[in-house]
């Protein structure tokens, strides 16, 4: 492997195939933890799914969550020394890929082993950790995490929940209201983020359920994940001891930021998991159902939802383990340096702040575009809960605004990415003045051979279009650039295509390289998608541009725009075709 690559840096550094983790990638160990995720959703989770949606039964959902922690599902990110898995982070997101197929079931056991687990494993202190971890690896004690309020949504450091030291100074007493808590109905301990008395900054404390004096709404009516537990809670003077203070006073918003970090990509991956298991449905109806004498799978129309479906799935989840490696890579380098295992881990993930957030973005889009298409294929049918796409439908809608809404998620990406340009961590603004020089030069020619070389060439092109409109549009606005939100908005829209597309690049050439055989679909999967990120390059550029240049500026940023997003006309109807038929044959999009 290559010297690890710091966050954001795929902007403005070549990345070799070689360099990068794809899902080929994984060995047989993490290919059994896989199947086992699989063998215990088809055994306790598929059987029950009305079931657990009408929460008639309010013991159900726990009682599975515990047999999931009977296996090890619960404990794959805890280390051996309190009971757990320690998987490394590639294989803990195979896991939450194949967990994130199980609908509501999946979200509660997010939110217990993610939220609600890795504060307590990443800054709680020794005392803390061994009390905790062992129980909740197990699922004896379950977990929810209570941050979001009634005015504190996106600005969560605005939140009013209080902390207030008792008189024999043994006890904080927490009184506030927290709501949207999932898991909320059965933890049995919960993070809450309270102010001790007038702190800027929330602190973060483990509150057991038996500590008393708290309170909960009735099971929220929700649009989708209907069998996750979603309440509102009421802490009045709820006495915590001091010893369940989280990590130091005022360091809440810190835990906050850096296990919603974690949660993103995490997200990611039950997202493209979702896409898998839905374009299975869908490959399959298409075969089955027959109109005018045909199954529908022979019609163009439906071969190019099943192709896009399957493309856009491919090229997510090449991106999202390619960011996970990256993390993986950076943990084992710190810890190379002697920072400690947990610290490294949130050390780490910060570090690819910046992808996460644009995995987060793109897979759940990915996700409502594959959940939509897939109804669609299934027609009325589709429409009917019946099928398995009614539901996949509705609990997709919730992950464009978990973990961060989108928008919120696109605003931080660029801004991140512009701060670290700031603090001369990247160094984008060199690259910004040799694009303008290059501007007033002859276009050059592609003289690389090979396979997708033109493909490459057009994603080094990309990555230019979004520098020189990210360095003229800082340059306009320099400190209130985070003001412009419809302009930070598109230039992510920039940055997201362009990762999603070199990483779909980067894996079907590492998968080439050793099997030649497969280089034509692999050429049509890659042409699809990058036709789509140029597509969306253009217009966004375009849209970023107008909204701040004048005259002669925007003249030359639309024409350097232009010359960037050029590439040689496609048949993507033909390519769309070859995916179809390859998937509608039985084949998947794993290698």
């Given at each position: 492997?290559?010297?690890?690559?710091?966050?954001?840096?795929?902007?403005?550094?070549?990345?070799?195939?070689?360099?990068?983790?794809?899902?080929?990638?994984?060995?047989?160990?993490?290919?059994?933890?896989?199947?086992?995720?699989?063998?215990?959703?088809?055994?306790?989770?598929?059987?029950?799914?009305?079931?657990?949606?009408?929460?008639?039964?309010?013991?159900?959902?726990?009682?599975?969550?515990?047999?999931?922690?009977?296996?090890?599902?619960?404990?794959?990110?805890?280390?051996?020394?309190?009971?757990?898995?320690?998987?490394?982070?590639?294989?803990?997101?195979?896991?939450?890929?194949?967990?994130?197929?199980?609908?509501?079931?999946?979200?509660?056991?997010?939110?217990?082993?993610?939220?609600?687990?890795?504060?307590?494993?990443?800054?709680?202190?020794?005392?803390?950790?061994?009390?905790?971890?062992?129980?909740?690896?197990?699922?004896?004690?379950?977990?929810?995490?209570?941050?979001?309020?009634?005015?504190?949504?996106?600005?969560?450091?605005?939140?009013?929940?209080?902390?207030?030291?008792?008189?024999?100074?043994?006890?904080?007493?927490?009184?506030?209201?927290?709501?949207?808590?999932?898991?909320?109905?059965?933890?049995?301990?919960?993070?809450?983020?309270?102010?001790?008395?007038?702190?800027?900054?929330?602190?973060?404390?483990?509150?057991?359920?038996?500590?008393?004096?708290?309170?909960?709404?009735?099971?929220?009516?929700?649009?989708?994940?209907?069998?996750?537990?979603?309440?509102?809670?009421?802490?009045?003077?709820?006495?915590?001891?001091?010893?369940?203070?989280?990590?130091?006073?005022?360091?809440?918003?810190?835990?906050?930021?850096?296990?919603?970090?974690?949660?993103?990509?995490?997200?990611?991956?039950?997202?493209?998991?979702?896409?898998?298991?839905?374009?299975?449905?869908?490959?399959?109806?298409?075969?089955?159902?027959?109109?005018?004498?045909?199954?529908?799978?022979?019609?163009?129309?439906?071969?190019?939802?099943?192709?896009?479906?399957?493309?856009?799935?491919?090229?997510?989840?090449?991106?999202?383990?390619?960011?996970?490696?990256?993390?993986?890579?950076?943990?084992?380098?710190?810890?190379?340096?002697?920072?400690?295992?947990?610290?490294?881990?949130?050390?780490?993930?910060?570090?690819?702040?910046?992808?996460?957030?644009?995995?987060?973005?793109?897979?759940?889009?990915?996700?409502?575009?594959?959940?939509?298409?897939?109804?669609?294929?299934?027609?009325?049918?589709?429409?009917?809960?019946?099928?398995?796409?009614?539901?996949?439908?509705?609990?997709?809608?919730?992950?464009?605004?978990?973990?961060?809404?989108?928008?919120?998620?696109?605003?931080?990406?660029?801004?991140?990415?512009?701060?670290?340009?700031?603090?001369?961590?990247?160094?984008?603004?060199?690259?910004?003045?040799?694009?303008?020089?290059?501007?007033?030069?002859?276009?050059?020619?592609?003289?690389?051979?090979?396979?997708?070389?033109?493909?490459?060439?057009?994603?080094?092109?990309?990555?230019?279009?979004?520098?020189?409109?990210?360095?003229?549009?800082?340059?306009?606005?320099?400190?209130?650039?985070?003001?412009?939100?419809?302009?930070?908005?598109?230039?992510?829209?920039?940055?997201?295509?362009?990762?999603?597309?070199?990483?779909?690049?980067?894996?079907?050439?590492?998968?080439?390289?050793?099997?030649?055989?497969?280089?034509?679909?692999?050429?049509?999967?890659?042409?699809?998608?990058?036709?789509?990120?140029?597509?969306?390059?253009?217009?966004?550029?375009y849209t970023a541009i107008n909204a701040f240049a004048t005259g002669d500026e925007q003249?030359?940023?639309?024409?350097?725009?232009?010359?960037?997003?050029?590439?040689?006309?496609?048949?993507?109807?033909?390519?769309?075709?070859?995916?179809?038929?390859?998937?509608?044959?039985?084949?998947?999009?794993?290698?």
């Amino acid at each position: 492997m290559e010297e690890p690559i710091k966050g954001g840096e795929f902007l403005i550094k070549s990345i070799s195939p070689q360099s990068i983790f794809i899902p080929e990638d994984f060995d047989e160990e993490a290919k059994l933890m896989a199947q086992s995720c699989k063998e215990f959703l088809a055994q306790e989770v598929f059987p029950k799914v009305d079931a657990i949606d009408s929460q008639a039964d309010p013991a159900l959902m726990p009682s599975i969550l515990k047999k999931a922690g009977e296996l090890g599902l619960l404990s794959t990110s805890i280390p051996v020394e309190y009971g757990g898995l320690a998987l490394p982070f590639t294989s803990t997101m195979l896991v939450t890929e194949e967990i994130g197929r199980g609908f509501s079931f999946a979200v509660s056991l997010s939110a217990h082993t993610g939220i609600g687990t890795l504060p307590i494993l990443y800054y709680g202190n020794a005392e803390q950790k061994t009390k905790y971890l062992p129980r909740l690896g197990t699922g004896e004690i379950l977990a929810a995490y209570c941050l979001t309020e009634p005015n504190a949504g996106s600005d969560a450091n605005s939140g009013k929940t209080k902390a207030v030291l008792n008189e024999a100074g043994t006890h904080y007493l927490i009184t506030g209201q927290k709501m949207w808590i999932t898991n909320g109905g059965f933890a049995d301990l919960f993070i809450v983020f309270a102010k001790i008395d007038n702190d800027e900054n929330h602190s973060a404390f483990i509150v057991e359920k038996d500590f008393g004096n708290i309170t909960m709404n009735p099971e929220e009516h929700k649009l989708g994940i209907k069998g996750s537990s979603t309440r509102q809670i009421f802490f009045n003077e709820t006495p915590v001891p001091v010893s369940n203070l989280l990590s130091s006073r005022g360091n809440g918003f810190k835990i906050a930021v850096n296990i919603l970090n974690i949660g993103r990509i995490k997200l990611a991956a039950a997202a493209y998991g979702i896409c898998k298991q839905t374009l299975g449905f869908a490959v399959g109806y298409a075969n089955e159902r027959k109109q005018f004498d045909k199954s529908i799978g022979e019609f163009g129309a439906i071969r190019h939802k099943i192709a896009e479906m399957g493309v856009r799935t491919f090229a997510s989840e090449a991106a999202t383990f390619r960011a996970a490696e990256d993390i993986e890579l950076k943990i084992a380098s710190l810890e190379k340096d002697g920072i400690s295992t947990e610290e490294a881990k949130l050390k780490g993930t910060e570090q690819f702040a910046i992808e996460c957030a644009l995995m987060k973005v793109h897979a759940s889009e990915t996700l409502d575009f594959v959940v939509d298409e897939g109804l669609q294929i299934y027609g009325g049918m589709g429409y009917s809960a019946e099928a398995p796409m009614e539901r996949a439908y509705r609990d997709a809608r919730i992950n464009r605004i978990f973990e961060g809404t989108n928008e919120i998620n696109r605003m931080l990406a660029v801004g991140m990415l512009l701060k670290r340009a700031m603090k001369g961590e990247l160094n984008i603004m060199k690259h910004a003045i040799a694009i303008s020089q290059e501007l007033t030069a002859m276009p050059s020619i592609n003289t690389e051979s090979g396979f997708l070389s033109r493909e490459s060439a057009a994603v080094a092109n990309l990555k230019k279009s979004f520098i020189l409109i990210a360095a003229a549009a800082f340059q306009k606005f320099q400190a209130t650039i985070d003001d412009q939100q419809e302009i930070l908005m598109s230039l992510a829209d920039i940055l997201i295509e362009t990762y999603v597309a070199e990483s779909a690049l980067l894996r079907a050439r590492k998968i080439a390289a050793t099997k030649p055989e497969l280089e034509s679909i692999l050429e049509a999967i890659v042409q699809v998608y990058l036709d789509l990120a140029i597509s969306k390059t253009q217009q966004a550029g375009y849209t970023a541009i107008n909204a701040f240049a004048t005259g002669d500026e925007q003249k030359m940023l639309s024409l350097g725009l232009k010359r960037y997003t050029k590439v040689s006309a496609i048949n993507t109807v033909a390519a769309r075709q070859q995916i179809a038929i390859w998937l509608l044959s039985g084949k998947v999009l794993s290698f």
